[in-house]
């Protein structure tokens, strides 16, 4: 059983910073971040595929950094210069697939979230 814990939520100023965290109990290909705000659709943010390689959604590049630490199977979200968009709940999602893409669907795995609220 695969099993995501998100942590790492808060409430922030604009242009505050915050640092997400997701414990995995084990690692996939592909692992990232999807938030989804009342109202809207939930969306993929963030993405680090075994390689290294990452994405990003343009809203937040240059202010959103996706890391991984394998030895302690721990995903990471740094976010710099929030604005009121970025709030929301935010899911880490881990997947098989080798090329990580931003469609929710190839996502069999989620946590539960964690909420993020900027003022």
């Known amino acids: 059983q695969v099993q995501l814990v998100e942590s790492g939520g808060g409430s922030v100023r604009a242009g505050g910073s915050l640092t997400l965290y997701c414990a995995a109990s084990?690692?996939?290909?592909?692992m990232g971040w999807f938030r989804q705000s009342p109202g809207k659709e939930r969306e993929g943010v963030a993405f680090i595929a075994s390689d290294g390689t990452t994405k990003y959604t343009d809203s937040v590049k240059g202010r959103f950094t996706i890391s991984k630490d394998n030895a302690k199977n721990t995903l990471y979200l740094q976010m710099y210069g929030l604005k009121a968009e970025d709030a929301g709940m935010y899911r880490c999602a881990i997947s098989s697939i080798r090329v990580c893409t931003f469609v929710k669907g190839f996502y069999p795995y989620w946590g539960q979230g964690t909420q993020v609220t900027v003022s």
């Open positions: 084990r690692f996939f290909p592909c």
